[in-house]
């Protein structure tokens, strides 16, 4: 099992949610978030007065997938969140040991699917 985290523009969420459904994904948590990257924020006028917004509003994804599933994801997310412009986000992918489902105290991939 592997732990997807995707960190995306907040307009793309939709667009995102359908394509993992697409691919059969049929849970994930979402989470609104705010950072930087190499975009390092950006600059706004309020009322005639400039000032620096730092941390930009992002949507963080996570998805807990088997094995099989990862490379489906990761291309649901890479095609459906892109923009191609700066800030368009980042995924990571770390390995889950185990997953157990609270109500029934099952536990393994049948968790996930």
Do not use: W
Not at 42 to 50: C, F, P, Q, T
Not at 57 to 82: R, T
């Amino acid at each position: 099992m592997k732990k997807v985290e995707a960190i995306i523009k907040p307009f793309k969420l939709e667009e995102v949610k359908e394509a993992l459904a697409g691919v059969g994904i049929q849970g994930l948590t979402v989470s609104e978030v705010k950072g930087f990257g190499r975009q390092k924020g950006h600059k706004e006028l309020y009322r005639g007065a400039e000032y620096v917004v730092e941390f930009l509003p992002k949507v963080k994804l996570e998805i807990v997938v088997s094995d099989d599933n990862l490379e489906q994801v990761i291309k649901a997310i890479v095609d459906s969140a892109s923009t191609g412009r700066i800030g368009d986000g980042k995924i990571f992918v770390s390995p889950i040991e185990d997953a157990v489902r609270i109500r029934t105290g099952e536990s393994g991939d049948i968790v996930i699917s």
